[in-house]
């Protein structure tokens, strides 16, 4: 009867006193607050550079205070030599890059892609990581796509999203866009959230072709988040700047959240 007592009063000190007996809610709420994407406390590294029509410079004013109004440690760099800072790199959480066009060293590349690989996260959008390098085959290779054409220039095209239930565009409806509609060379593996179709009026040959808009993908142990969207800073406004801040917040958690399924055997 003693040993009874004893430890009725132990399990009761336990759960009344101590809290290392959660409820199953308690726990459930617990794990899904450890698993929302959070950009606080995460290293953020943020380049910026190359052609000057995709306002890099600008794209700082934009971003970098939301990502410090998140809790984020921003470096900002105008320079591909940071990926050269072998200590900076390894304290990294993400990498945002926003580079369209203009060459990158072999040391630069070799880098950035072992960073990814390692699981720092990768960011960015349209042009800044998405036309960036065009002779080097491995940096596109971890991006998932290289844009090949705009066909039209500034046009007013749609945005459909395709999956519902990735966090990154829940609860987004469709939307329009009033800018380029990138034609893309696309990693047949990537998981696509968004697409357009082209009308063909200004090439013929690619009417009703869908193309993704809006993906992400993994490169060894590190997220990668891409948007095709985002020409010019004006173009960021309600969904285009919602699915990219949470497609920033999901690449930074590469080291600290489970490793998702993404590949999809789409030609089988």
Known sequence: MKSLS??????????????????????????KELLTPSLKGKKVLYVYGGWKGHE?????????PWLKSEGAEVTVSDTLDSYLNEELMNSLDLIIQIWTMGTITKEQEKALLAAVKRG?????????????FRNNVAYQFMVGGQWVAHPGGVIDYSVQITNHKDPITKGMKDFSMHSEQYYMHVDPNVKVLA?????????????KC????????????G???YSSLGHVMSDFKEEPLEIQKRGIRWAAES??????????????
């Open 56 to 64: 890099p410079a600008q794209s700082v004013d934009l971003f970098v």
């Open 195 to 207: 697409t357009t179709e082209f009308t063909g009026e200004h090439a013929s040959w690619i009417d």
């Open 6 to 31: 004893r430890r009725y009063f132990v399990k009761s000190t336990m759960a009344a006193g101590t809290g290392l007996l959660l409820m199953p809610n308690e726990v459930f709420a617990r794990s």
């Open 223 to 225: 997220r990668v988040f």
């Open 120 to 132: 720092v996260g990768l960011a960015g959008w349209h042009g800044g990581i998405g036309d960036s």
């Open 210 to 221: 869908v193309m993704p808009v809006i993906w992400k993908k993994y490169y060894g142990q």
């Open 255 to 268: 080291k600290h959240h489970p490793k998702e399924v993404l590949v999809s055997p789409v030609y089988k």
